[in-house]
């Protein structure tokens, strides 16, 4: 799977980019503040979800521009396009070779994770990122996950506005959304054991490379759909006073040791880590291959200038022939060690150019 045109439109510093890249690296140079990030922003639009940065889509539309913003792809003959319009500047439109989609719909086509400089922080903050972190892990391997989070989150809102009304809720109703809930609280759950499951098998079973392996489990949430109707049911009044639903999978949290070292990823130094994340990713990315039968499109945003050579090279090597991988840095000299198949561009105020050969 590969994205072989993209063209954006209005969308952040790119008034129209067009990029036609071959199906390997693709690599991504340019100074600070040229629209490197965004491109691959616009990217992770191509997945269901808020985006890379989790931005509000009206942040996403190009300052001074007059309509909504446009992401447009072609993965083989696949075409997907996303974007919105001025009259509604927070609903994201979402195209499938034509027709209109709901974005739960686009992991069925496309299969992507990446990784930012924001997810240095993934190990020492709170759960929610975790959460969601593995949750995309979950959907390259289950694509359904999507609709199921969509359809638990919908359930989940209703009750708790139902909790919260001055008029004491109906039960009938209240039963109702809470076997919605069940339902697809139960397969997000079985759907993220699964995927923790296969990786934690692949992880251990790899010799020690230069990317530390990682142990997973999850917590927070111990997954019984049985446990999951009681917990609901019982808990009303108590859900009620917090004002949200204080159980389920929702809650649920990914926890991650460093292996060899047998130490909770938060106490581990900053480049341990990222080292651990890495080799997540990359165990993630030859494990849905194997399975799904496509490797996963991988953005890898300014991880090349946080390694030392040697393990660069060791992430070029290991990422080579493995689907579409693109990497951003400010120095082009960083990819030195790339392949010679890569689609090199350089970026600079918003415009993006294919790199000429004889400056790379
Ligand atoms: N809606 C918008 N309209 C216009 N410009 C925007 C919008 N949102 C962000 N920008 C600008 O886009 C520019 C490029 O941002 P981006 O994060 O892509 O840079 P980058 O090339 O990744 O830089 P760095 O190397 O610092 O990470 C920034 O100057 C940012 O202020
Ligand atoms: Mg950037």
């Known amino acids: 799977m590969a994205v072989t045109r993209l063209v954006l439109t209005d969308f952040r510093n790119h008034r129209d980019a067009v990029l036609a890249p071959g199906a390997g690296f693709v690599v991504l140079t340019g100074e600070n503040g040229a629209g490197k990030t965004n491109v691959l922003e616009a990217l992770s639009l191509l997945a269901p979800g808020r985006g ?17 913003f446009g992401v447009a792809a072609m993965l083989g003959d696949v075409e997907i396009g996303t974007g919105t319009q001025p009259d509604a500047p927070e609903r994201r439109l979402v195209r499938i070779n034509g027709a209109g989609a709901a974005a739960a ?59 919260a009304d001055e008029a004491p809720a109906d039960p009938e109703w209240l039963s109702a959304l809470e076997a919605r809930m069940v339902e697809h609280g139960s397969a997000i759950d079985t759907a993220r054991r699964d995927t923790v499951t296969a990786l934690a098998e692949r992880l251990t079973a790899q010799p020690e490379g230069v990317f530390a392996r990682a142990g997973l489990a999850i917590e927070g949430w111990e997954g019984e759909a049985q446990t999951l109707a009681r917990e609901l049911r019982e ?36 480049g341990e880590q990222k080292a651990l994340l890495l080799g997540l990713v990359l165990a993630h990315a030859e494990l849905v291959a194997d399975r799904m039968g496509r490797a996963p499109i991988l953005l890898l945003d300014e991880v090349a200038a946080h390694l030392d050579p040697g393990r660069r090279a060791a992430l ?43 400056t790379r």
């Not at 859900?239 to 929702?250: F, Q």
């Not at 990914?254 to 581990?268: E, R, Y």
Request: aromatic share 6%.
């Open 316 to 358: 070029f090597e290991r990422l080579a022939g493995n689907g579409q991988v693109w990497m951003t840095g400010t120095e082009p000299a960083l990819f030195d060690a790339v392949s010679g198949s890569a689609t090199r561009y350089c970026v600079a105020h918003g415009i993006v150019e294919p790199r000429p050969t004889a």
């Open 235 to 270: 808990g009303r009044r108590r859900d009620a006073a917090a004002g949200r639903t204080l159980a389920g999978p929702h809650r649920a949290d990914l926890l991650v040791t460093h292996l060899s070292k047998n130490q909770p990823a938060h106490l581990c130094s900053t």
């Open 52 to 68: 890379l940065r989790r931005a509000p889509l009206s942040e996403m539309v190009r300052q001074g521009a007059t309509g909504g």
């Open 105 to 163: 719909a686009l992991a069925e086509w496309v299969t992507m994770l990446w990784l930012t400089p924001a997810m240095d922080r993934l190990f020492v903050e709170g759960p929610g990122e975790r959460r969601r972190f593995l949750d995309r892990l979950t959907l390259a391997l289950a694509p359904g996950h999507a609709h199921h989070s969509t359809r638990y989150e919908a359930a989940m809102r209703q009750r708790n506005r139902l909790l």
